[in-house]
């Protein structure tokens, strides 16, 4: 709830959101009758460096914000805190995110995207000009008020000129928009927004943001690749865009844009720039417009039928103008006068059973023949009676009966050509058909080949890079890429690009998430890596906070054990060849969660002081004891190591499970 300092001065009215780090109030300012947004959070308790740090970035937004007074940036118009919360007062946009329109896979034009695009880098420019560095660009970020005015907000991780709020080493931001320089922990400057700003812009051309997948995945693509050009996946960006993205997003930061105003004027003349020109008929085959890698989507018309001969009929006077010859009883008409002398002539121009005979065939003739013309023309109709005919007329009609009976045994010919290329052509599609699914086959086989092929050399890379001198690494393969993470000696990592290289895997399928060292620890490393810990299995450790860590810092580790009961020991090899055990012997729950390093009211904490360089903290767990007798604190590094390799051999033939876990521990007399 709002804190009884400003519940005085400000009317609730409802709960805009909430979330782990605290809630934001819609307010009212009753002095002035203004609306405002009230974020509150609470403070954390004495000795949670965490919770410490998250009040930090708080008091930090506030004070970040509270220095810009700007049109596009959310303004700030109080900031309080008691024992228990902290809250800051500021400006209420109503109209939600970018964020939440990209969600809904809204497209914009690109007139509203170079608004959008001028705003914000006018927010930035104003906050540079005051030695503001937001660092956490995105469109979550980026309000959009009802009338369509754009709102920079959340300055929670910004870097503000001369403050040791912030430090080199420290990896903070949203990794999809976090400039090289950020990924790796170096010390940002307004560059780091303007690469962040180049990202939010790719993804309003294209629906898609240039770099995807994981932290890893996007820290090695943001390190080592280059993104299409927006006019290659949208065929509504401009290409003059592409330019502009390829200066925004560029790897160094003296690469990039000086400042925001140069890269607004650079959004202006792309977002104004002609479109390319279309190209002419000069290219067989090819349409305006389009260039050799365009693609064409639309419908193919099916080619019309080659044109039956027709028929030969008696001349007749043309049909009207106004309207369409009645093809089908033209047709009908002239079958039925052509049977009927046919029949005239055999009727009166021969006697006997023969006549009655020819008589009859001929009527057969003559039905056969109006129903294919019947047929042609689209009309069922039942057939006409034979009509008789005059005996004067047998000598005129005795040629056009031989023509018709030839003409039907014509027809009858060109009916059995017409079948025989319609089987014809059945046969080839058919043919075509199977031999489409037989490439459709072939192709999905090779892919699978490729497939396997791809994942058995991944497999082996990563098995040949675990095996690698004084080092311990792990790794893990989807089937189409190796993720390899671990510890190795200095200066050979070039050594395992080259193997990578040397396999013929794709530099972009294997993702190396490797730290480096220098010191007495190989013949420990070797030792150990037999027992080394799976990816996905305990134990696992991390440092708590920041690296390296600076004299009068206390080292704190967070482990993930196993999911068996067992004993967990934390052993600390130092420079100077001795190692101190931090934790000699402690028996963990399955799965457990485990810090190490907390001070307590018995326990000052790991204090790291004088000598400082690279140090090596080796974790392992057993299901039963390791060591017969407790070791001593603090002992050389040759008498331990001698006993941890037989120790483990010997737990190793009782079948038992041990697993190992190594994490580097750089110190330095201050950051």
């Given at each position: 709830?709002?804190?009884?300092?400003?519940?005085?001065?400000?009317?609730?009215?409802?709960?805009?959101?909430?979330?782990?780090?605290?809630?934001?109030?819609d307010?009212?300012?009753?002095?002035?009758?203004?609306?405002?947004?009230?974020?509150?959070?609470?403070?954390?308790?004495?000795?949670?460096?965490?919770?410490?740090?998250?009040h930090?970035?708080?008091?930090?937004?506030?004070?970040?914000?509270?220095?810009?007074?700007?049109?596009?940036?959310?303004?700030?118009?109080d900031?309080?805190?008691?024992?228990?919360?902290?809250?800051?007062?500021?400006?209420?946009?109503?109209?939600?995110?970018?964020k939440?329109?990209?969600?809904?896979?809204?497209?914009?034009?690109?007139?509203?995207?170079?608004?959008?695009?001028?705003?914000?880098?006018?927010?930035?420019?104003?906050?540079?000009?005051?030695?503001?560095?937001?660092?956490?660009i995105?469109?979550?970020?980026?309000?959009?008020?009802?009338?369509?005015?754009?709102?920079?907000?959340?300055?929670?991780?910004?870097?503000?000129?001369?403050?040791?709020?912030?430090?080199?080493?420290t990896?903070?931001?949203?990794?999809?928009?976090?400039?090289?320089?950020?990924?790796?922990?170096?010390?940002?400057?307004?560059?780091?927004?303007?690469?962040?700003?180049?990202?939010?812009?790719?993804?309003?051309?294209t629906?898609?943001?240039?770099?995807?997948?994981?932290?890893?995945?996007?820290?090695?693509?943001?390190?080592?690749?280059?993104?299409?050009?927006?006019?290659?996946?949208?065929?509504?960006a401009?290409q003059?865009?592409?330019?502009?993205?390829?200066?925004?997003?560029?790897?160094?930061?003296?690469?990039?844009?000086?400042?925001?105003?140069?890269f607004?004027?650079?959004?202006?003349?792309?977002?104004?720039?002609?479109?390319?020109?279309?190209?002419?008929?000069?290219?067989a085959?090819?349409?305006?417009?389009?260039?050799?890698?365009?693609?064409?989507?639309?419908?193919?018309a099916?080619?019309?039928?080659?044109?039956?001969?027709?028929?030969a009929s008696?001349?007749?006077?043309?049909?009207?103008?106004?309207?369409?010859?009645?093809?089908?009883?033209?047709?009908?008409?002239?079958?039925?006068?052509?049977?009927?002398?046919i029949?005239?002539?055999?009727?009166?121009?021969?006697?006997?059973?023969?006549?009655q005979?020819?008589?009859?065939?001929?009527?057969?003739?003559?039905?056969?023949?109006?129903?294919?013309?019947?047929?042609?023309?689209?009309?069922?109709?039942?057939?006409?009676?034979?009509?008789?005919?005059?005996?004067?007329?047998?000598?005129?009609?005795?040629t056009?009966?031989?023509?018709?009976?030839?003409?039907?045994?014509?027809?009858?010919?060109?009916?059995?050509?017409?079948?025989?290329?319609?089987?014809?052509?059945?046969?080839?599609?058919?043919a075509a058909?199977q031999?489409?699914?037989?490439?459709?086959?072939?192709?999905?086989?090779?892919?699978?080949?490729?497939?396997?092929?791809?994942?058995?050399?991944?497999?082996?890379?990563?098995?040949?890079?675990?095996?690698?001198?004084?080092?311990?690494?792990?790794?893990?393969?989807?089937?189409?890429?190796?993720?390899?993470?671990?510890?190795?000696?200095?200066?050979?990592?070039a050594a395992l690009r080259?193997?990578?290289?040397?396999?013929?895997?794709?530099?972009?399928?294997v993702?190396?998430?490797?730290?480096?060292?220098?010191?007495?620890?190989?013949?420990?490393?070797?030792?150990?890596?037999?027992?080394?810990?799976?990816?996905?299995?305990?134990?696992?450790?991390?440092?708590?906070?920041?690296?390296?860590?600076?004299k009068?810092?206390?080292?704190?580790?967070?482990?993930?054990?196993?999911?068996?009961?067992?004993?967990?020991?934390?052993s600390?090899?130092?420079?100077?060849g001795?190692?101190?055990?931090?934790?000699?012997?402690?028996?963990?729950?399955?799965?457990?969660?485990?810090?190490?390093?907390?001070?307590?009211?018995?326990?000052?904490?790991?204090?790291?002081d004088?000598?400082?360089?690279?140090?090596?903290?080796?974790?392992?767990?057993?299901?039963?004891?390791?060591?017969?007798q407790?070791?001593?604190?603090?002992?050389?590094?040759?008498?331990?190591?001698?006993?941890?390799?037989?120790?483990?051999?010997?737990?190793?033939?009782?079948?038992?499970?041990?697993?190992?876990?190594?994490?580097?521990?750089?110190?330095?007399?201050?950051?």
């Open positions: 709830m709002i804190p009884n300092e400003i519940a005085g001065k400000y009317e609730l009215r409802g709960t805009l959101g909430s979330g782990a780090m605290g809630t934001v109030y307010a009212l300012d009753r002095n002035i009758e203004r609306r405002v947004a009230i974020k509150v959070v609470k403070r954390p308790p004495p000795g949670d460096p965490e919770g410490v740090e998250a930090s970035r708080f008091r930090r937004e506030a004070q970040a914000a509270g220095r810009l007074a700007h049109p596009n940036i959310v303004g700030v118009y900031y309080g805190e008691n024992a228990e919360t902290a809250w800051i007062v500021m400006e209420l946009v109503e109209g939600g995110s970018l939440d329109r990209l969600d809904r896979k809204e497209r914009f034009p690109v007139a509203e995207i170079a608004r959008i695009m001028e705003q914000v880098l006018a927010a930035l420019a104003y906050s540079h000009g005051r030695g503001v560095v937001h660092r956490d995105k469109p979550g970020n980026i309000m959009l008020g009802g009338d369509g005015t754009v709102k920079m907000a959340d300055f929670g991780i910004a870097r503000l000129e001369n403050s040791s709020m912030t430090q080199i080493g990896v903070m931001g949203t990794p999809s928009y976090m400039a090289p320089e950020q990924l790796r922990g170096e010390t940002v400057d307004a560059r780091a927004d303007i690469w962040a700003a180049g990202v939010m812009l790719y993804q309003l051309l629906g898609e943001k240039p770099f995807e997948g994981g932290f890893s995945a996007v820290m090695h693509k943001a390190l080592h690749t280059d993104p299409p050009p927006p006019s290659k996946l949208s065929v509504t401009p003059a865009f592409d330019a502009v993205i390829a200066t925004a997003l560029a790897k160094r930061p003296e690469d990039r844009y000086p400042n925001a105003a140069a607004a004027a650079a959004i202006r003349a792309a977002s104004t720039a002609p479109a390319a020109a279309p190209g002419g008929f000069a290219d085959g090819r349409l305006p417009g389009l260039d050799s890698d365009a693609t064409l989507v639309g419908t193919v099916p080619a019309a039928p080659a044109p039956r001969p027709a028929a008696p001349a007749s006077p043309p049909p009207a103008p106004a309207r369409k010859a009645p093809v089908g009883l033209i047709a009908g008409g002239a079958g039925a006068l052509a049977a009927a002398g029949a005239a002539f055999f009727l009166f121009g021969s006697g006997g059973d023969g006549r005979a020819e008589q009859q065939r001929l009527e057969q003739l003559r039905l056969a023949a109006e129903q294919d013309a019947r047929e042609k023309a689209g009309i069922a109709q039942a057939p006409t009676p034979p009509q008789p005919v005059a005996p004067q007329a047998t000598a005129a009609v005795t056009p009966a031989v023509d018709t009976q030839a003409e039907l045994e014509r027809r009858a010919r060109e009916e059995a050509v017409r079948r025989d290329e319609a089987a014809r052509q059945q046969q080839a599609a058919e058909r031999q489409e699914a037989m490439h459709r086959e072939q192709a999905a086989d090779e892919a699978r080949r490729r497939a396997e092929m791809l994942r058995a050399d991944l497999a082996a890379a990563g098995a040949a890079m675990a095996e690698t001198p004084c080092s311990l690494i792990s790794w893990s393969s989807t089937g189409t890429s190796l993720t390899v993470t671990g510890i190795l000696r200095r200066d050979d990592e080259q193997q990578v290289a040397s396999r013929g895997l794709p530099p972009e399928a993702q190396m998430q490797l730290r480096s060292f220098s010191g007495p620890y190989c013949g420990a490393l070797d030792m150990v890596r037999p027992y080394l810990a799976a990816p996905d299995a305990g134990p696992q450790a991390d440092i708590i906070g920041n690296s390296p860590l600076a009068g810092e206390l080292l704190r580790l967070s482990v993930s054990m196993p999911p068996y009961p067992s004993q967990l020991y934390v600390y090899l130092m420079q100077s001795e190692v101190a055990h931090l934790v000699p012997s402690r028996a963990e729950a399955p799965n457990a969660q485990v810090r190490l390093g907390d001070p307590t009211s018995s326990f000052p904490g790991w204090e790291v004088e000598p400082f360089g690279t140090d090596l903290v080796l974790v392992f767990t057993s299901d039963r004891p390791v060591f017969a407790r070791r001593p604190v603090v002992e050389k590094a040759d008498d331990y190591l001698r006993a941890l390799g037989t120790a483990l051999k010997a737990a190793q033939q009782q079948k038992g499970r041990v697993a190992v876990q190594a994490v580097l521990v750089e110190t330095v007399a201050r950051r």
